[in-house]
């Protein structure tokens, strides 16, 4: 079966300091993966996405997250973080082929601090 | 480009009501899909479609119907609303190379 775990529900850091969101993913395929922002209120905004090409993938606005599949994981980080990154984050594999289902982690609330 | 537009953007229902949920897109995509988001939790798919006129259910359909007579439209039905069906629900869309598009949500309330 496929899933997807993100490790931390909440973080918490410092304007300025780097940013570590976790996440593992279990698939039997070959997975296209995703990182989502969502700020308040607000719709999803892809960040970044992997899909078997480079294993480091840059996103937008900093952030960048790297595949190993042999921890089956896709961290997401960013060198230093700023009061606007403050959101709740989501992972999510894709299944490709058929209807593309896209499996959501439970997402981390990413708080900043001056 | 408007992209991805969902109506209302605030809904309370009474239970047993019925209310539509509209979505359009202008992208010209053929995926379509329907998701609820329940407070401290990740997406789960309601239905989706393939294209006009092809329609399939997800991991939570009971309780909705859906229907898809054009590209651009994909509304959400909800008969017989429960509180259980409190939620925000976000539509998209899927480009060639498997990215979602998700408009900004409709919040309901059944009480």
């Known amino acids: 079966a496929q899933s997807v775990t993100q490790l931390d529900s909440h973080v918490s850091v410092s304007e300025g300091t780097p940013v570590l969101l976790r996440c593992n993913y279990s698939?039997?395929?070959?997975?296209?993966l995703f990182w989502y922002v969502q700020h308040p209120n607000k719709g999803l905004q892809l960040l970044l996405k992997?899909?078997?090409?480079?294993?480091l993938v840059k996103g937008i606005n900093g952030f960048e997250a790297e595949f190993k599949k042999s921890e089956t994981s896709f961290h997401l980080t960013k060198p230093s973080a700023h009061m606007s990154d403050a959101a709740e984050y989501f992972c999510?594999?894709?299944?490709?082929?058929?209807?593309?289902?896209?499996?959501f982690g439970a997402g981390t609330r990413l708080a900043v601090h001056p | 480009n408007a992209g991805v537009t969902q109506t209302p953007k605030f809904r309370i229902l009474k239970i047993g009501q019925s209310m539509t949920l509209q979505c359009a897109q202008d992208?010209?995509?053929?995926?379509m899909y329907w998701y609820r988001q329940d407070p401290g939790m990740g997406l789960k798919l309601i239905y989706y479609?393939?294209?006009?006129?092809?329609?399939d259910k997800g991991e939570v359909p009971n309780g909705y119907n859906v229907s898809r007579s054009t590209t651009e439209d994909f509304p959400l039905r909800l008969e017989l609303a429960a509180p259980s069906q409190t939620s925000v629900y976000f539509c998209?869309?899927?480009?060639?190379?498997?990215?979602?598009?998700f408009g900004p949500g409709t919040r309901l309330t059944v009480t």
């Open positions: 992997y899909t078997s090409a480079a294993t």
């Open positions: 998209a869309t899927r480009d060639s190379t498997y990215e979602q598009y």
């Open positions: 479609s393939v294209g006009a006129g092809i329609t």
């Open positions: 999510v594999v894709s299944l490709s082929g058929g209807y593309n289902k896209l499996i």
């Open positions: 992208m010209n995509h053929n995926y």
């Open positions: 698939s039997s395929y070959s997975p296209s």
